[in-house]
Nanobody, 133 residues
Framework: QVQVAESGGGSVQPGGSLTLSCRTS????????LAWFRQAPGKEREAVAT??????????DSVKGRFTISKDDADTSQNTLTLHCNNLTPDDTAIYYC????????????????????????WGQGTQVTVSS
C-alpha cells in the first residue's frame, strides 16, 4: 500500500522561507513522478513542482526561481520529497499536497494540461502554508 505523508507547513512573513517534506513509500515502479500541488481558498488546485525518478524537474511559472524540489531515494524502501520555498508571498498561501504518479513522467508541457492531476495515483492529506504579515 502506497503511503504519502507531508510535513513542514506553517506560518511565515512575506519574504520568508519554508521547507516542506513528504515521505512516500510502498511503490516499486522503476519510473515514477513525485509532485507538489497546492490549493488556495476559492481557487483550483495547481501543480507547483515535479521531479521524476531520473531527477528531471519542472516548475510552475509562479514559483520558478523561488522554489526548489528535490528527492532522497537512498533508502530503497521509501522516498523523501522536499520543497524548499523561498521569498514567499501571500499568493503562496495554500494547502500543499504531495502526490505520486506510478509508471509515468511529467515535464513542463504536461504540467500545463488541464488533466495533469489525473495522472497521480496517491495523495497526502496536505499541509497548510500561510504567508502574512
Amino acid at each position: 500500500q502506497v503511503q504519502v505523508a507531508e510535513s513542514g507547513g506553517g506560518s511565515v512573513q512575506p519574504g520568508g522561507s519554508l521547507t516542506l517534506s513528504c515521505r512516500t513509500s510502498g511503490y516499486t515502479y522503476v519510473n515514477y513522478c513525485l509532485a507538489w500541488f497546492r490549493q488556495a481558498p476559492g481557487k483550483e488546485r495547481e501543480a507547483v513542482a515535479t521531479i521524476n525518478n531520473d531527477g528531471r524537474t519542472a516548475y510552475a511559472d509562479s514559483v520558478k526561481g523561488r522554489f526548489t524540489i528535490s528527492k532522497d531515494d537512498a533508502d530503497t524502501s521509501q522516498n523523501t520529497l522536499t520543497l524548499h520555498c523561498n521569498n514567499l508571498t501571500p499568493d503562496d498561501t495554500a494547502i500543499y499536497y504531495c502526490a505520486v504518479a506510478r509508471g509515468w513522467w511529467a515535464d513542463t508541457r504536461t504540467m500545463r494540461e488541464s488533466d495533469f492531476a489525473s495522472h497521480f495515483d496517491d495523495w497526502g492529506q496536505g499541509t497548510q502554508v500561510t504567508v502574512s504579515s
